[in-house]
């Protein structure tokens, strides 16, 4: 079982819909929590970046991480064509630790 | 531009031959990575430098061997490749205590 599980979708939305995308971790030592979003044939960029519980807000992006449930979600709202790509969680337990990754959630934000 | 920039975008090789990837960043980072992404997109971590020293090593065969000549270059050697090898290798670059990571294009690694 992977430490970091995400559903590799692919979810096709409507422009304009609430996308949420969700990942489920194993390791109680995970204290950092990112979201990255990865364009066909790009690297990943950090799309937000949340410490510990607790919701964090960026425009129409919204990251929430539960780590009672070992759960955390990205939302976006209105979504657009150009959001789509595949979405990476990534997480690590400190500074010095390693990141680790999801195997992503491919996104098609349809006209 | 400020960027992590890999050499070369693409690489198509027999098996058996030995190969170089290259790795430079601008953005003044302290540690730089290797991550490979398989064909279903896993993205995994290889090697870790922080200011020249390597203090991240996964189960990587040692067919694989990263250098780094400085802060700001980590290049990743491989020795007789193998068809499993092929993959897109990312490098990264990050401030040590910070938490934003950022990748370079990737060199996709094809091994006939």
């Known amino acids: 079982q992977k430490e970091v599980e995400q559903d590799p979708g692919p979810l096709s939305v409507p422009e304009g819909a609430i996308v949420s995308l969700n990942c489920t971790y194993s390791?109680?030592?995970?204290?950092?929590f990112m979201w990255y979003r990865q364009y066909s044939r790009k690297g990943p960029e950090l799309l937000m970046y949340?410490?510990?519980?607790g919701n964090k807000e960026d425009g129409r992006f919204t990251a929430q991480v539960d780590k009672s449930s070992k759960y955390i979600s990205l939302f976006i709202r209105d979504s657009q064509p150009s959001d789509s790509a595949t979405y990476l969680c990534?997480?690590?337990?400190?500074?010095?630790?390693?990141?680790?990754f999801g195997t992503g959630t491919r996104l098609q934000v349809t006209l | 531009d400020t960027a992590v920039s890999q050499t070369p975008k693409y690489l198509v090789t027999q098996m058996g031959n030995d190969k170089s990837i290259k790795c430079e960043q601008n953005?003044?980072?302290?540690?730089m990575y290797w991550y490979k992404q398989d064909s279903k997109k896993f993205l995994k971590i290889m090697f870790s430098?922080?200011?020249?020293?390597?203090?991240i090593n996964e189960t990587v065969p040692n067919r694989f061997s990263p250098k780094s000549p400085d802060k700001a270059h980590l290049n990743l050697h491989i020795n007789s490749l193998e068809l499993g090898d092929s993959a897109v290798y990312f490098c990264?670059?990050?401030?040590?205590?910070?938490?934003?990571?950022?990748f370079g294009s990737g060199t996709r690694l094809t091994v006939v």
């Open positions: 430098y922080n200011n020249k020293e390597l203090i």
């Open positions: 990264a670059s990050s401030q040590w205590d910070r938490e934003s990571y950022t």
């Open positions: 953005l003044g980072h302290d540690t």
């Open positions: 390791n109680s030592a995970f204290q950092y």
């Open positions: 949340t410490y510990s519980s």
């Open positions: 990534a997480m690590r337990a400190g500074t010095a630790s390693k990141l680790t």
